[in-house]
């Protein structure tokens, strides 16, 4: 029952965000378990945030709001990265933090605008080489996952200027971090 209030009160959100043509929704703390597929009516949406839900899946009309540019996914239960944020191609900030994500796929590159991505506390033990190609990627927090090294390609990261390393399983200085120029935050 409570899950169906929380519902009503997601679509009622929504319907208000539609009327009001809103640039940022927050469906946060709901103990949603899905999201109302009337979201994909917000076209003018810009930001959203889904935190503190259950969630563990998105549905792919998520991928239809071209124009959103910030994503907030914390808090959650994700295994795997949503398919449908691949489709995001605006988006500049994705929170992945505190989910139960274990890897991140080599679709990742097709998030080239992203700027900021935080996924601190998941269980990520490895980085695909394809975060290289996130060349306007300016924060990467990934304090508290189980990874062991970062691919070289991390060097290719030229934007980078926060680098959060730190409660991992990192035993070895990665020396490609050496040719991040403009890192000026780095904590391992």
């Known amino acids: 029952m409570r899950q169906g209030k929380n519902y ?3 679509f009622r ?13 927050d469906l946060s703390f709901l103990n949603l378990r ?20 259950n969630l563990s899946t998105l549905p792919p009309v998520i991928g239809k709001l071209i124009n959103l540019t910030a994503l907030s996914l ?5 295994e ?16 992945l933090e505190n989910n139960q994500l274990t890897s991140l796929p080599v679709e990742i590159r097709k998030l080239k605008k992203l700027r900021e991505f935080y996924l601190p506390r998941n269980h990520i033990d490895s980085l695909p080489p ?20 970062l691919p070289p390609e991390i060097e290719k990261l030229s934007n980078l200027i926060e680098l959060y ?24």
């Open 74 to 78: 914390r808090d959650n239960q994700f």
């Open 34 to 53: 899905v999201i109302p597929h009337k979201i994909v009516k917000l076209s003018n949406l810009k930001k959203l945030w889904l935190r503190d839900n």
């Open 8 to 10: 009503q009160e997601a």
């Open 80 to 95: 795997t990265m949503p398919s449908a944020i691949f489709q995001l191609s605006n988006l500049e900030v994705l929170t």
């Open 130 to 149: 394809q975060i290289g190609e996130l060349s306007n990627l300016t924060k990467l927090h990934l304090i508290g996952n189980q990874l062991k090294s």
């Open 13 to 25: 959100r929504i319907e208000d965000a539609e009327t009001q043509k809103a640039q940022v929704l």
């Open 165 to 188: 390393l730190e409660s991992n399983d990192i035993k070895l200085f990665p020396l490609e971090i050496t040719k991040l120029k403009k890192l000026t935050e780095l904590y391992m």
